[in-house]
């Protein structure tokens, strides 16, 4: 067949960054993230994230292509702040929520599992 094989979803290429940065040349305190080997799922969650800072002003993603394995996150901060800081801040608060998450399902299922659940 003619599609491209599982893996390179998921897999980066050697000598490929994972994330990489462009500084918008027009709008002051914009950029543009590219995060290789994601899909909708981290973009929305990382676009959800970042709404919630109170010094961005904008928060977007698109998936350029469907059979290209990258999304594009642009971010507008305010100009006490830098896309870079707010990208950063982002994805260090979602781990810690899904540090959260994975600490409370454990705990539930330490109880279920001895029955005081």
């Known amino acids: 067949m003619n599609a491209p094989d599982r893996y390179e979803r998921f897999v980066v290429p050697e000598g490929t960054k994972k994330v990489s940065f462009e500084k918008d040349t027009k709008i002051m305190n914009a950029a543009s993230f590219t995060i290789e080997r994601e899909d909708h799922t981290i973009g929305n969650i990382l676009r959800m994230q970042l709404h919630r800072d109170p010094n961005v002003h904008f928060a977007?993603?698109?998936?350029?292509?469907?059979?290209?394995?990258k999304i594009i996150v642009r971010i507008h901060t305010a100009s006490q702040s830098s896309p870079t800081q707010a990208y950063t801040q982002a994805i260090n608060d979602l781990d810690k929520e899904l540090e959260n998450l994975k600490q409370a399902f454990e705990s539930n299922m330490t109880l279920y599992s001895v029955g005081l659940y």
């Open 60 to 69: 977007g993603y698109k998936l350029p292509h469907p059979l290209q394995y």
